[in-house]
């Protein structure tokens, strides 16, 4: 995962049933990959999927697959149709692929912004039985992992990123007493600073009061230059 991308590979298992008696005939397995592309100046994501069929327990002779996302329950959120909501034929060692465009269609003003948390079923049927499984939705394997936020934080037009993503510097092994000092750092300061998943985030400003009023004072002082030159650039 990086500011603008999420990808993820996931194994599944699917249950086939009998649509009328709710018998269990069979189990089918099967992996999902997934890259989400999301862009800074645009407010619009797009969405690569490839569905493999490794095995399964029951023939799959006129098997077909489809998926249904959500992105948003309201209408904030445009998401083409693509290939994946119609049923498409698959037998075991095949795959199928395709993409799904989304956007934010809600109201795009400065200060506005909308996170969109992205939810998946994939659905096969053969014959009479069916069966399906989910992801990416509150509960569900893969919860909060397919977060995109769409907003104008990032440039003066909106655009959108997979705000899940922490960004991370990453010392390299070859400086070990490197690696060793910020360890003990972070370990002996009760904010633990940097430390995932045990201490906060490292600002530019280490005092939390200086962090927040330092984006503020650079705003401040852009809007007083362009008071006094209209004409200079944006930040």
């Given at each position: 995962?990086?500011?603008?991308?999420?990808?993820?590979?996931?194994?599944?298992?699917?249950?086939?049933?009998?649509?009328?008696?709710?018998?269990?005939?069979?189990?089918?397995?099967?992996?999902?990959?997934?890259?989400?592309?999301?862009?800074?100046?645009?407010?619009?994501?797009?969405?690569?999927?490839?569905?493999?069929?490794?095995?399964?327990?029951?023939?799959t002779s006129g098997m077909t697959v489809q998926v249904d996302s959500t992105?948003?329950?309201d209408s904030s959120c445009k998401e083409t149709s693509g290939p994946w909501?119609?049923?498409?034929?698959?037998?075991?060692?095949?795959?199928?692929?395709?993409?799904?465009?989304?956007?934010?269609?809600?109201?795009?003003?400065?200060?506005?912004?909308?996170?969109?948390?992205?939810?998946?079923?994939?659905?096969?049927?053969?014959?009479?039985?069916?069966?399906?499984?989910?992801?990416?939705?509150?509960?569900?394997?893969?919860?909060?992992?397919?977060?995109?936020?769409?907003?104008?934080?990032?440039?003066?037009?909106?655009?959108?990123?997979?705000?899940?993503?922490?960004?991370?510097?990453?010392?390299?092994?070859?400086?070990?007493?490197?690696?060793?000092?910020?360890?003990?750092?972070?370990?002996?300061?009760?904010?633990?600073?940097?430390?995932?998943?045990?201490?906060?985030?490292?600002?530019?400003?280490?005092?939390?009061?200086?962090?927040?009023?330092?984006?503020?004072?650079?705003?401040?002082?852009?809007?007083?230059?362009?008071?006094?030159?209209?004409?200079?650039?944006?930040?």
């Amino acid at each position: 995962m990086t500011r603008y991308s999420i990808c993820s590979i996931r194994g599944v298992v699917i249950v086939l049933m009998d649509t009328t008696t709710g018998m269990i005939f069979g189990k089918v397995y099967g992996t999902v990959e997934q890259e989400i592309d999301t862009q800074n100046a645009i407010p619009e994501f797009f969405e690569y999927m490839n569905f493999s069929l490794t095995s399964a327990d029951v023939g799959t002779s006129g098997m077909t697959v489809q998926v249904d996302s959500t992105c948003s329950l309201d209408s904030s959120c445009k998401e083409t149709s693509g290939p994946w909501t119609t049923p498409r034929p698959i037998t075991v060692g095949g795959s199928i692929d395709g993409g799904i465009t989304r956007s934010w269609t809600g109201a795009q003003t400065h200060g506005a912004e909308k996170a969109f948390l992205i939810s998946y079923e994939l659905t096969l049927n053969v014959g009479g039985l069916s069966g399906s499984t989910s992801w990416g939705g509150d509960g569900e394997p893969g919860d909060g992992q397919y977060w995109v936020r769409c907003d104008f934080k990032v440039s003066a037009r909106a655009g959108c990123v997979a705000s899940a993503f922490t960004p991370t510097f990453e010392v390299s092994k070859q400086y070990s007493e490197a690696r060793q000092y910020i360890g003990m750092v972070q370990a002996s300061m009760s904010t633990h600073p940097g430390w995932e998943g045990r201490g906060q985030p490292l600002h530019r400003e280490s005092n939390e009061a200086e962090a927040t009023e330092e984006p503020q004072r650079r705003l401040r002082q852009h809007v007083h230059r362009q008071q006094e030159h209209p004409s200079a650039g944006a930040v």
